[in-house]
């Protein structure tokens, strides 16, 4: 039989858990990238019509600019879903957000491309294409500490240059 008081006792330890904010409710901001995407010296936008970004979990080996791996290493979590804007009326430098939502990661550092594509915004990459413009650079997700585990929340001032070319 169970006592009234131990059943008592947890309820109240339960109640003050949630009180002092111990138990988490809901799902954390997801991890994500935001910043500035500037033109290089000599980039430019003629002839090309959507601006691209995307994130990957991060390679241990350092970027090889003759060699790039616009893929993340083989994780079974994927990157984000590509940020596709037509350039158009587009100005640089220019503000972008990228990211998951809400949720987390076990990823701690990520790959951030930003490129321009001669393809039309409507169409799915995830890479680009040889000859376009791109450029990159690595950040680290914040952890989301004890309440969730893994990394969470959107890095802030995550800026990229697009001042190479894709071989």
């Given at each position: 039989m169970i006592d009234r008081r131990s059943v008592l006792g947890l309820a109240m330890s339960a109640l003050c858990a949630w009180l002092s904010g111990c138990i988490p409710f809901g799902d954390p901001e997801g991890p994500g990238a935001r910043g500035e995407v500037s033109l290089g010296e000599g980039v430019s936008t003629s002839g090309l019509m959507t601006l691209r970004v995307h994130a990957v979990p991060a390679s241990d080996e350092p970027f090889d600019k003759d060699d790039p791996r616009f893929t993340g290493p083989d994780l079974a979590?994927?990157?984000?879903?590509?940020?596709?804007?037509?350039l158009d009326g587009l100005t640089f430098p220019h503000l972008y957000e990228i990211g998951s939502g809400v949720g987390?990661?076990?990823?701690?550092?990520?790959?951030l491309f930003a490129w321009l594509s001669a393809a039309d915004v409507h169409e799915d990459s995830d890479?680009?294409?040889?000859?376009e413009p791109y450029g990159t650079i690595t950040f680290d997700i914040d952890d989301c500490g004890a309440s969730y585990g893994g990394y969470c929340t959107v890095t802030e001032g995550v800026d990229v240059t697009i001042d190479q070319v894709a071989p």
């Amino acid at each position: 039989m169970i006592d009234r008081r131990s059943v008592l006792g947890l309820a109240m330890s339960a109640l003050c858990a949630w009180l002092s904010g111990c138990i988490p409710f809901g799902d954390p901001e997801g991890p994500g990238a935001r910043g500035e995407v500037s033109l290089g010296e000599g980039v430019s936008t003629s002839g090309l019509m959507t601006l691209r970004v995307h994130a990957v979990p991060a390679s241990d080996e350092p970027f090889d600019k003759d060699d790039p791996r616009f893929t993340g290493p083989d994780l079974a979590e994927g990157g984000w879903i590509t940020v596709n804007e037509g350039l158009d009326g587009l100005t640089f430098p220019h503000l972008y957000e990228i990211g998951s939502g809400v949720g987390t990661t076990d990823t701690k550092r990520w790959r951030l491309f930003a490129w321009l594509s001669a393809a039309d915004v409507h169409e799915d990459s995830d890479a680009p294409s040889s000859g376009e413009p791109y450029g990159t650079i690595t950040f680290d997700i914040d952890d989301c500490g004890a309440s969730y585990g893994g990394y969470c929340t959107v890095t802030e001032g995550v800026d990229v240059t697009i001042d190479q070319v894709a071989p």
